[in-house]
């Protein structure tokens, strides 16, 4: 896909921005997004960001649809450039302890302390948090809709990745520097091969070996 123009991306932006400006009275606004919901094995991670509507930050997007690189490019630029940023994360454990729905809305509730900044509404990625005394937003598909949300679903996704490349070198049997801990064909034949290690989800695995 060809990369737009400076007026075409600003363009772009400006519409994801749509949110932030319905919401400018509540102001600061945080962006919250987890990543690794699905996988077999490794953290459920989540992000929550203030953006400076003041500093701009181009080609931010649902992390899914950056490249590897761009995403690192950005994730570079938004802790350079945000007003604050916060990071939560509840192990395979607790996972299996708690479900993982609960165990999402935890590393979500850890992200929001973290923040040095405390938000006065929350975007959030298509849920609304429980026990948190702030103006939540759900927005479904939120990532692709809010910029702070998108700027949140990058930094989640990086810090897993990099969590689960740190999991390659403890665990390289399994592949995990390719697959991210999701369940692919070559993730589950190692599976049933070698068994789980302490990365994988009891709950998530258990009919698969």
């Not at 979500?108 to 026990?131: F, H, N, S, W, Y």
Request: glycine residues 6%; neutral net charge; charged residues 25%.
């Amino acid at each position: 896909m060809p990369r737009l123009s400076l007026e075409a991306e600003r363009k772009r932006l400006y519409d994801l921005s749509a949110y932030e400006r319905k919401y400018a009275a509540l102001a600061p606004l945080a962006g919250i997004d987890e990543a690794g919901r699905g996988p077999l094995a490794g953290p459920v991670v989540a992000a929550a960001v203030i953006l400076d509507p003041h500093s701009e930050i181009l080609y931010i997007n649902d992390s899914k649809k950056l490249s590897e690189s761009r995403r690192e490019a950005l994730y570079a630029e938004i802790q350079e450039k945000a007003l604050a940023i916060g990071v939560g994360m509840v192990s395979p454990d607790r996972i299996d302890e708690i479900n993982i729905l609960q165990a999402t809305y935890e590393a979500m509730r850890q992200a929001v302390a973290q923040l040095g900044l405390k938000p006065e509404c929350l975007l959030v990625d298509a849920v609304t948090i429980p026990a948190l005394n702030i103006r939540q937003v759900p927005i479904i598909k939120g990532d692709a809709k809010s910029i702070s949300i998108g700027a949140a679903s990058i930094i989640a996704k990086v810090t897993r990745d990099r969590i689960m490349l740190q999991a390659d070198e403890n665990y390289p049997a399994y592949g995990f520097a390719k697959h991210k801990g999701y369940g692919t064909a070559a993730h589950i034949a190692a599976l049933k091969e070698l068994g789980p290690c302490p990365l994988h989800r009891s709950t998530f695995i258990k009919n698969l070996i």
